[in-house]
């Protein structure tokens, strides 16, 4: 909401090719932050500072990208032009979340089916196993339900599968 109208007063001032680089060395600079990390690095901190990065170097792409389409088109296609764009834009923001949460929970829920396994016989459903496997949060509510004296390695096993699950995404 910040940056995004600076993009397109940079974009004006310095043409679009120049921020539209800026943007993608952000986020490429962004990508390759995270990806140096350890799976066992603390949310705040790198994680969040490479996704701050990230998204001040889509924002500086948005609208001069989004600018430069709409101008090679001749003015009675413009409306045409735009709602391919955003229908593009659109369609990859829903594949992409469809593909990254794919990705984090075929390495979460195995990990916490294992986790959880043993309190089958202590009073756990398999259908409270089936929710805490396939959401962190739902995961965490589980831990609720634990005598305090046997929580922490519960609670270790589930932050250590998010980590290890947001390292593969």
Not at 106 to 111: H, L, N, T, V
Not at 143 to 169: D, M, Q, S, Y
């Amino acid at each position: 909401a910040i940056v995004t109208p600076s993009g397109a007063w940079a974009a004006q001032k310095w043409g679009p090719r120049r921020v539209v680089t800026v943007g993608l060395l952000c986020m490429g600079g962004a990508m390759f932050w995270i990806s140096q990390q350890p799976r066992t690095v603390e949310y705040f901190g790198p994680i969040v500072g490479s996704m701050v990065l990230m998204s001040f170097g889509f924002s500086l792409i948005t609208s001069p990208s989004t600018a430069v389409t709409m101008s090679a088109l001749p003015p009675e296609q413009i409306g045409a032009g735009a709602s391919v764009n955003e229908t593009t834009r659109e369609v990859g923001t829903v594949l992409g979340v469809a593909v990254v949460g794919s990705v984090f929970a075929s390495s979460f829920a195995p990990r916490i089916n294992t986790l959880f396994a043993p309190l089958l016989q202590h009073g756990l459903t398999p259908d409270q196993l089936h929710e805490a496997a396939h959401a962190t949060p739902a995961a965490q509510a589980v831990l609720a339900h634990i005598p305090p004296a046997h929580v922490a390695p519960f609670h270790r096993g589930v932050t250590e599968a998010f980590k290890i699950g947001r390292a593969h995404v």
